[in-house]
């Protein structure tokens, strides 16, 4: 049995018709055709699903879809235009495949709204919870600090 939620997605008024069990990738994927949030691991550990809910970081494919009633919720598609942080994991090379690059971009937007100016251990415990097959973790970090200064900058 379905039923209507309504909540803001990407800065928009929006509803869908959400099963219990659904997982919030799920109701951004099948109602949105939002696929930034990926599902992979499926028990919240690679950070592939991340997405916004009132500002915080969660797991989207255990985050069930029904409790965003209500919420605003950010995806990496939220910015028509790139943002500092996607300009800076471009400049920095942070990303090889790209599969888990929304995770971690959303990761350092909450990231950098707390800590404007993080050190080295900020930003490896943030991003603690996204994983890179690929180990572009050197880049990422770089990319995080020239967000940072990017953000400052403006």
Do not use: W
């Not at 099963?19 to 691991?41: D, I, K, M, T, W």
């Not at 969660?58 to 605003?72: D, K, M, P, R, T």
């Amino acid at each position: 049995m379905r039923r209507e939620i309504r909540f803001t997605l990407n800065g928009e008024a929006v509803s869908a018709q959400v099963a219990p069990h659904e997982n919030l990738v799920e109701v951004l994927q099948e109602n949105f055709g939002l696929y930034g949030a990926r599902e992979s691991c499926g028990q919240g550990m690679c950070g592939c699903c991340t997405v916004l809910v009132d500002g915080r970081a969660v797991s989207g494919c255990l985050y069930l879809g029904s409790l965003i009633e209500g919420a605003e919720v950010l995806t990496v598609e939220s910015n028509a235009e790139p943002d500092a942080v996607q300009e800076a994991f471009v400049e920095a090379s942070a990303f090889q495949c790209g599969f888990c690059t929304p995770g971690f971009v959303l990761m350092t937007r909450q990231l950098l709204d707390e800590h404007p100016d993080p050190d080295d251990d900020t930003i490896k415990h943030y991003l603690s919870g996204n994983l890179c097959r690929c180990a572009a973790y050197p880049e990422i970090i770089e990319a995080v600090k020239l967000a940072a200064r990017k953000r400052r900058k403006s």
